[in-house]
């Protein structure tokens, strides 16, 4: 079992920057990647970015250039960080370990982009 609790989330104006954390704790030894999502409301959800345990990178086209997502094996972290954020950016935002077959999920955090 994992365990992912996120934070970070919040109210930002287009063009402004949030950080998002993603904390895993239980069995993560063999967790293979990680990664964030997001949903909309009445919206699917849908892949943001995601980091294997090597440290490859991988990003929706929406979010290139402006995200950024890495992690601190240490302190079995991952972070997103959002740059140049845009009114379309709003929805809650999950952390991901997949750790395959089972895949977990955190709680999500409200990202709500307004001017």
């Known amino acids: 079992q994992v365990q992912l609790v996120e934070s970070g989330g919040g109210l930002v104006q287009p063009g402004g920057s949030l950080r998002l954390s993603c904390a895993a704790s239980?069995?993560?030894?063999?967790?293979?990647?990680m990664g964030w999502y997001r949903q909309a409301p009445g919206k699917r959800r849908e892949l943001v970015a995601t980091i294997t345990r090597s440290g490859t990178t991988n990003y929706a086209d929406s979010v290139k250039g402006r995200f950024t997502i890495s992690r601190d094996n240490a302190k079995n972290t991952v972070y997103l960080q959002m740059n140049s954020l845009k009114l379309d950016d709003t929805a809650v935002y999950y952390c991901?370990?997949?750790?395959?077959?089972?895949?977990?999920w955190g709680q999500g955090t409200q990202v709500t982009v307004s001017s």
């Open positions: 239980g069995s993560i030894f063999y967790i293979n990647a």
């Open positions: 991901n370990a997949d750790q395959r077959p089972a895949v977990y």
